[in-house]
């Protein structure tokens, strides 16, 4: 029985990765920014072909970035931030369409703030890997599938490579300073050791120039925390129900806690409140229950406007 006629029918909805996750009540299978999700501030910039140091070759690297305050006509405000791990483009702002989490350095950048957005044009780049706009397992290979496991190991060189091609499109030679924290931090280095004429302040936050023995052994323990959990598949997860959502927040809980000196867990333990460890471990197992190892924020350090006055100038 035809019961319907066909002025009574609505063409179907497209249901998003998103709204599938909420219907389940699940976490989405991937943290990733993908392509066809809202822009939110986003810019791309198209690097092209890029070959890595260990002669792996992408056929063609996207970046996505994003700009705090206006560059000015002879480019020569411009500063570049490069975000930590689990950091992004998205320094500073609200959570909104395209930005799930807010800015992870709100209280840095802007108006009258240590970087101020009414004087410096303010760049950070979504690194090589990041996956937030920027080409990483989470994009398409040339045959129409995911990287995921697939994609080729990529070095600080290569992401930096990467982003040296980003401020040549935008034609600025020489950046007001370049910083970062963390992984962020390295990525300066790296910079500043492949283009010494390219900037004018460095500043170096929370990093290092190597990885040592003993931060390896944590890494690893990390990566196999993600590795075991069952909805990982081997790094091809992206046509499953579910990703591998917890093993990622056990691999985060283990590096907060690693992040954090036995003297200072001790001071924050037992702190006001006399709620003592257990308070402290409470809250570091819930708040960083993490969908994506590319979307959790961490902040990298704390930037003051005197920290800037000490920055060192070549």
């Known amino acids: 029985m035809d019961w319907q006629s066909p002025a009574e029918s609505l063409p179907s909805a497209f249901v998003s990765e998103a709204m599938q996750s909420t219907l389940r009540g699940t976490p989405p299978v991937t943290g990733a920014w993908r392509d066809g999700d809202h822009l939110g501030s986003r810019s791309f910039c198209q690097v092209g072909s890029l070959t890595t140091e260990h002669g792996d070759t992408f056929p063609h690297v996207r970046l996505s970035y994003e700009t705090f305050g206006e560059l000015n006509e002879t480019k020569t405000n411009a ?15 609200s959570a909104g369409p395209g930005h799930p989490t807010a800015g992870w350095w ?11 957005t009414d004087t410096w044009c303010v760049i950070v780049p979504n690194v090589l890997g990041g996956c937030q706009g920027s080409t990483g397992p989470s994009s398409f290979a040339p045959d129409g599938k995911e990287w995921g496991s697939r994609f080729p190991y990529v070095t600080i060189r290569d992401q930096v490579s990467a982003t040296k091609v980003l401020a040549e499109q935008l034609g600025i030679d020489t950046f007001a300073a370049v910083l970062g924290g963390s992984m962020g931090g390295m990525h300066a280095l790296e910079w500043a050791i492949m283009f010494p004429d390219s900037y004018e302040r460095l500043a170096l936050i929370a990093t290092s120039a190597i990885t040592s023995a003993d931060q390896l052994g944590g890494n690893s323990l990390q990566r196999e925390a993600i590795m075991v959990d069952p909805f990982f598949e081997g790094g091809d997860y992206y046509d499953q129900d579910e990703g591998p959502y917890r093993g990622l927040a056990l691999a985060r809980r283990m590096a907060l806690v690693n992040y954090r000196s036995p003297q200072n867990s001790t001071t924050v333990s037992s702190g006001p409140g006399k709620a003592g460890s257990h308070r402290w471990a409470t809250t570091v197992a819930s708040r960083w229950r993490a969908t994506s190892i590319s979307t959790a924020t961490s902040s990298p350090g704390a930037l003051t406007p005197t920290a800037i006055s000490s920055w060192r100038t070549r």
Do not use: Q
């Not at 500063?79 to 702002?93: E, K, M, N, Q, R």
């Not at 840095?108 to 970087?115: E, H, S």
């Open 106 to 116: 709100s209280g840095v950048v802007g108006p009258g703030l240590a970087l101020d």
């Open 79 to 93: 500063i570049l931030v490069f975000h930590a791990l689990t950091g992004d483009s998205h320094i500073t702002g």
